[in-house]
């Protein structure tokens, strides 16, 4: 599967912005999704997942109550609305498949990566 994530931008403080990745193929409805972000000079960091189904969800600390995941299977995208955005919220976006059930928050979990979009908050 090949993804494709837009939406990013810059946004002050408080603001919101909506990321989106589209895949490809025939059997997205079958794939977990994920979003992680890194900042410059920072590892990698999970953000937020959804099940295959759309049923599960899971968000970093982070992010709870700010950022809301979403699956269109029938659309092949998944969707991150973002919410209160902080500086810290600064990064590359970037999202991740990987088949079957389990909204992991692992990033080895996921076998498929889209290129990533740079979100930057300012203060």
């Known amino acids: 599967v090949q993804l494709q994530a837009s939406g990013g931008g810059l946004v002050q403080a408080g603001g919101s912005l909506s990321l989106s990745c589209a895949a490809s193929?025939?059997?997205?409805?079958?794939?977990?999704m994920g979003w992680f972000r890194q900042a410059p000079g920072q590892e990698r960091e999970f953000v937020a997942a959804?099940?295959?189904?759309?049923?599960?969800?899971n968000y970093a600390d982070s992010v709870k109550g700010r950022f809301s995941i979403s699956k269109a299977n029938t659309k092949n995208t998944v969707f991150l609305q973002m919410s209160s955005l902080k500086p810290e919220d600064t990064a590359v976006y970037y999202c991740?498949?990987?088949?079957?059930?389990?909204?992991?928050?692992?990033?080895?979990?996921?076998?498929?990566w889209g290129q990533g979009t740079q979100v930057t908050v300012s203060s």
């Open positions: 193929g025939r059997t997205f409805s079958t794939y977990s």
């Open positions: 991740a498949a990987k088949v079957g059930w389990g909204a992991s928050n692992t990033w080895s979990s996921y076998s498929y």
């Open positions: 959804i099940s295959w189904s759309g049923q599960t969800t």
